[in-house]
């Protein structure tokens, strides 16, 4: 494997290495030139050129942590600028004061649900700071970004389970110990979920809510995403739902989840069988009863309301149509 080295400073220990994989050398560039001039402490940019070979995220990062000389690692994504002042030097006095310091990203959840899809999904718990285009796809100057800002208790470095790709900072002897999983995560999808989820159930992860980072694109949630995804839900079913300080997960919320995830599994090219027979891995058999509780309710629900003065005179009118 070919690995091109961009730029590096001359320190011995302490400081960075930032990882990235590419596939477009003028993204990558300007990515290198914001770190450059923002991150505050010694560093080094290794960059994986996979516009050839187009192997596995995973492989790439392990590959490249490998050869990382520095005693942080910081994996990146080229399509990113980093504004803020010295935010490796913050990080790094972070993670240094704090033992159990795990990955520290920009956006994250505080719960991992059974039927996890990403940090985004789960019950309004995400905790993050970040721009990225307003609409779907790509993004093509600062002013087609939107601000993603969720930090209800006002904290600087908040706790959460799983980190979004976009951005994963950890020591390198903590990757040592819990590498991607190169095996089972094929591609480019989850591995940012498995890799901080597997984290944290050892140590703890972060949402850095201290520095603006600008994201230039948004992710595909198309069939292939979910596939992964229930890569993921199996091999972690033992251990989930997960989450910070023992927050409950409702019943109901994790079996409404799973249905959604059913549905849209199927609309999007998964047979019926499959879904289903994937679901009750997931939830089990008792999940069929939540199930059928919740959608009774739902029916008695939308029922009262057409017993309601209201309700009988939009049934009229209807009726008279």
């Excluded at 050839?52 to 690692?73: D, R």
Aim: aromatic share 16%; proline share 2%.
């Amino acid at each position: 494997m070919d690995k091109s080295v961009l730029e590096f400073s001359t320190a011995v220990k302490k400081g960075v290495s930032v990882i990235t994989c590419s596939v477009d050398p003028e993204l990558c560039n300007k990515m290198i030139e914001s770190v450059k001039k923002t991150i505050g402490t010694d560093f080094e940019t290794i960059v994986f050129d996979n516009r050839e070979k187009n192997l596995g995220i995973c492989q790439v990062y392990n590959y490249c942590a490998q050869k990382s000389k520095y005693s942080y690692l910081c994996f990146i994504h080229e399509d990113i600028i980093m504004p803020s002042k010295n935010w490796g030097k913050t990080m790094v006095e972070f993670a240094d004061k704090t033992p159990d310091c795990g990955i520290i990203g920009f956006a994250g959840c505080t719960i991992a649900s059974k039927n996890f899809i990403s940090w985004w999904w789960e019950y309004g718990k995400g905790r993050c700071r970040f721009y990225d285009p307003k609409y779907s796809g790509k993004a093509y100057s600062l002013d087609d970004l939107s601000y993603k800002y969720d930090n209800p208790a006002n904290e600087e470095f908040a706790k959460v389970v799983t980190l979004d790709g976009l951005f994963l900072f950890v020591a390198k002897d903590v990757w040592k110990e819990y590498p991607f999983d190169e095996e089972r995560i094929k591609g480019f999808h989850f591995y940012d979920a498995d890799f901080s989820f597997r984290i944290a159930l050892n140590r703890q992860n972060y949402v850095c809510l201290t520095s603006d980072i600008y994201h230039f694109s948004r992710g595909n949630y198309e069939k292939i995403y979910y596939e992964y995804a229930r890569i993921f839900q199996k091999k972690w079913k033992k251990t989930l739902p997960f989450s910070v300080e023992k927050q409950k997960i409702r019943i109901i919320a994790e079996t409404n989840n799973g249905f959604n995830f059913l549905i849209q599994s199927i609309r999007l090219g998964f047979t019926i069988k499959d879904s289903v027979k994937h679901f009750l891995e997931i939830n089990g058999l008792f999940s069929i009863f939540v199930l059928l509780t919740i959608k009774i309710g739902e029916i008695i629900k939308k029922g009262i309301k057409f017993l309601t003065p209201y309700g009988i005179v939009k049934l009229w009118q209807r009726m008279k149509k």
